[in-house]
Structure formats: structure tokens, C-alpha cells
């Protein structure tokens, strides 16, 4: 069945992929509405071979709407994402405004898609360097039982958004940014997220710990995390060490990833053969590479994670999940429309 959707903030980085995402897969889609700030509002915006003029966002923007996919900040969701549940929508929000609420689902469709069934009118997805780490550690839990995670993220300036990007190429291009996104250079550096106040641990960090637990059902979960941003755009890279309560092998683990649904294994030393970045890119899989037994410690490996932060960390994520939405929250949404891979 048809059905009306709404894409807030189509202007940005993220709605234009959602845009692109939508696209790409077979959603049977009647209408579509295209939303923005004030400032953006009367820019036209192509989408299945026709332009469409962006509207400005207001509280009369959802009436009709059966879907809301919304890429915004977490303030401007606070104030939208209920009215245009209200209104009757079903909202994927993009921000972080959402994640850790109460009955409200946070979904990765590879993961807990039974969990977009249980919504209230809002589905929250999660932050992008956490879908890429539950949708590889999902099958080897099932298996083998986590004990413990140790992650360290290497994530690109896109997951700050389009201003993250125009920082590092302005800065490569030995000019200074206009708008800065970051306090430090991001050219040929390395530098931290934000800090909370009073706290040891990133924003970032703290999302991916609470943001795990929740979407693996596991709230007691040892897990700690270093989140690092380098200068690259195309997708971000996990270094993530697990321990496990039964013993385990790399060609166990390899065997159970290989099957696992949107996860692609790329690991053969031999050959020099695993994930970059740049092979992510533009992909909707998650990418797994470097499977190989932690010698300081029993039943643990060690594993690298890669996968497009743009996409599924974020549009082809809320895409998926839409999809879910549509199927009444049955199932799994395993479609991945990206370029080809060899």
C-alpha cells in the first residue's frame, strides 16, 4: 500500500541521502513532503524524476502523513517529532533527542527489529558508529554470550555533518573555514568529540555505551569506548576487541558473520585483504575484517568494523526501518541498495 511520507530536514546531509536511500529501494510511496528550516524552504529538491519544492517545517507540516523521517537536531525533534505523531505519523528520528527514552524503540532492523512494533508514534535511530557495532557483535552474542566490549572508534568528519565535510576539505585546501564545526583542525589530525560537562567520557562515548545496551538488551553490558575523529569522509572505522563467555574461534566467528544478515566479511591476511574506509563507502552493509584471537586473553577477539556512517549510519538505518513500519514491524529489512561491491 502507498503511503505519504515527510523527510525533515531533506536539505541536509543526511535527508538528501535518506532522499537518494528511498530512491533506491522499492517503497511504494504516494506522496512525499520535503521539510527544512525557513532558510532552506523554496529550494528544489529532486526525487524519483521530479523536482520538489522544500517546505518550510511547521506544526501543520504532518497532517496526512503516514511516515516522518526526520534528520534535525535534537531540540528542533523535541518540539516536531510529537506533533507530527499527534497528527498521526509514524517519526524515525535521526537526532539523539529520543534514543535513551522511555518507550520509545531504538531499532537496528539486522538486530531488535521486533522492537519497531512496540512504537508510539516515534522510533529513535540510533547513533552511527553504534549501529555498525551491534549489527557485527548481534550474531557472535547469540552464539557465543558477550562478557565484555572494548571499543575504539576512527570516525569520520561527515558524521558532524555537511560543516564537518566543508571543514576538512577547506583546511586541505590551506584555507580557513568560514564555519568551523570543530574547536581543533581536523586536516591531518586527530581529535576528540565533545565533552559533557564534569564528565571523563565524550558525548560520543556515552551514546555508543548507553545506545548498545539498549538495543541488545543488555543493560548491565561491560563496554567502553574511546571515539576518535580522523580526517576522512566516506565512512567510519571500529577497532573492537570482545570478550566472550564460551570459547570461540576466528573461524567460528568468521562463518557466523558471513551468514549474518547485512554483514560483509573481508578478512584473508594472506592476501592483504580487509575493509577501508574508502570501501565502505557508499555501501548500505557493514563491513568486518582483521578476525583474529586476542593473545592476552582467552574466548576474545579482536575485530575491525567498517561501514558508510552516512548511510547505514543513519538514512539506509531509518529507510530500513520504514520498512519495518510498513510490514507492521515483522520481519527483517535486508535490502542493500549501494554500489557494488566486488
Not at 528550516?37 to 523554496?42: E, L, P, R, T, V
Request: charge should be neutral; aromatic fraction near 6%.
Amino acid at each position: 500500500m502507498s503511503q505519504t511520507f515527510a523527510v525533515a530536514g531533506a536539505t541536509g546531509l543526511v535527508g538528501r541521502s535518506m532522499l537518494r536511500v528511498l530512491e533506491e529501494h522499492e517503497i511504494p510511496i504516494a506522496d512525499i513532503r520535503l521539510l527544512a528550516s525557513k532558510n532552506s524552504a523554496g529550494r528544489k529538491l529532486r526525487f524519483r524524476g521530479r523536482n520538489i519544492i522544500v517546505e518550510e517545517l511547521t506544526s501543520a507540516s504532518f497532517e496526512g502523513v503516514d511516515i516522518a523521517l526526520f534528520s534535525v537536531g535534537a531540540g528542533v525533534s523535541r518540539e516536531y517529532a510529537p506533533i507530527a505523531a499527534a497528527a498521526g505519523a509514524v517519526v524515525i528520528d535521526n537526532s539523539s533527542a529520543w534514543r535513551m527514552e522511555r518507550g520509545v524503540p531504538l531499532v537496528v532492523p539486522e538486530v531488535n527489529p521486533e522492537a519497531a512494533a512496540k512504537h508510539r508514534g516515534i522510533i529513535a535511530n540510533p547513533n552511527c558508529s553504534t549501529i555498525q557495532l551491534v549489527v557485527a557483535l548481534k550474531p557472535l552474542h547469540d552464539a557465543f554470550g558477550l562478557k565484555r566490549v572494548v571499543v575504539s572508534t576512527y570516525q569520520a568528519v561527515s558524521g558532524a555533518g555537511q560543516a564537518g565535510v566543508d571543514q576538512l576539505i577547506a583546511e586541505l585546501k590551506g584555507r580557513t573555514p568560514e564555519k568551523p564545526k570543530f574547536n581543533h583542525t581536523s586536516a591531518f589530525n586527530t581529535i576528540f568529540h565533545s565533552f559533557n560537562e564534569g564528565q571523563d567520557y565524550t558525548e560520543e562515548e556515552v551514546k555508543m555505551i548507553n545506545e548498545a545496551r539498549k538495543i541488545m538488551g543488555l543493560p548491565k553490558l561491560p563496554i567502553t569506548v574511546t571515539c576518535v575523529r580522523i580526517p576522512t569522509t566516506a565512512a567510519h572505522g571500529e577497532s573492537v576487541n570482545v570478550e566472550f563467555e564460551l570459547p570461540v574461534t576466528p573461524a567460528r566467528a568468521r562463518r557466523l558473520l558471513e551468514r549474518a544478515p547485512g554483514v560483509v566479511v573481508w578478512d584473508d591476511p594472506t592476501r592483504d585483504f580487509y575493509p577501508t574506509v574508502l570501501d565502505a563507502g557508499d555501501h548500505d552493509e557493514v563491513f568486518v575484517g582483521r578476525i583474529r584471537r586476542d593473545a592476552s586473553n582467552p574466548n576474545t577477539l579482536n575485530m575491525w568494523v567498517v561501514a558508510d556512517n552516512v548511510r547505514k549510519g543513519a538514512a539506509t538505518n531509518a529507510v530500513q526501518i520504514a520498512e519495518l513500519v510498513g510490514d507492521g514491524g515483522e520481519g527483517k529489512s535486508q535490502k542493500s541498495k549501494g554500489k557494488k561491491y566486488e
